[in-house]
């Protein structure tokens, strides 16, 4: 997604399964990702970073509806402006991943929803993601690695080809099992090549995924 796009990642649905350091909708910095958030987990996030990035505050929230399928809304104050996103995963076999979705979808701006499809694979310690996206009347490349080194700090780069986007380096902060922080650098592919500052903040609840696992514990005294 553009920088617009990928702006939107913050009060999330809950895809993201923050009880590890492994991304989802909210992907990297800059990119989406294939892997989903757990079924019933609803991520919330505030996104921080540069006007020229995106929007410079926004919300997002982001919902796990099955094993397969995510659902995202964003919400930007300036502008005033409410975003859609979407993400089905088509290959779960992991380490291999494979998902379809859309991005960006603003009703309120008249912007379609830009298409995505995104490969992954997915070790226990290192990401390997790529893909493309339909932007307009352009198709855009996208390029990611993390590297995980433990549950707590995860280390990132990602790439978006065209014209608005950009290459960023970042880490997450696992502060919490729930409680995570994203902070980034985002060097533009436009010259003059600028630096431009991002941080996101996010908290997931375990809603009804939570009660499965408490029906999965044995009965006391069974």
């Known amino acids: 997604m553009g920088k617009k796009a990928r702006g939107l990642v913050l009060f999330v649905f809950a895809f993201s399964a923050v009880h590890s350091s492994f991304a989802t909708t909210k992907g990297l910095s800059q990119i989406v990702t294939p892997d989903l958030q757990p079924e019933g987990d609803l991520s919330l996030s505030l996104q921080i970073q540069d006007k020229r990035i995106a929007n410079p505050y926004e919300l997002q929230a982001e919902l796990g509806l099955t094993s397969w399928a995510e659902a995202a809304v964003f919400k930007g104050f300036k502008p005033n402006e409410l975003i859609f996103a979407t993400e089905i995963g088509l290959l779960r076999q992991e380490p291999y991943l494979l998902s379809v979705g859309f991005v960006n979808w603003s009703p309120h701006s008249h912007i379609d929803p830009p ?29 990611g690695y993390a590297y995980d080194f433990n549950k707590t700090w995860r280390a990132q780069v990602d790439f978006q080809s065209g014209s608005g986007n950009s290459s960023t380096i970042g880490v997450t902060w696992n502060i919490t099992p729930d409680f995570q922080m994203n902070p980034a650098l985002y060097v533009t592919n436009d010259k003059p090549h600028d630096i431009l500052g991002y941080v996101v903040f996010s908290y997931t609840f375990h809603l009804w995924a939570k009660d499965k696992d408490k029906k999965d514990l044995p009965v006391p005294g069974s």
């Open 115 to 143: 298409p995505y499809i995104e490969a992954g694979y997915c070790t226990a310690h290192q990401k390997f993601f790529a893909g493309a996206v339909h932007v307009g009347y352009r198709h855009e490349a996208i390029l």
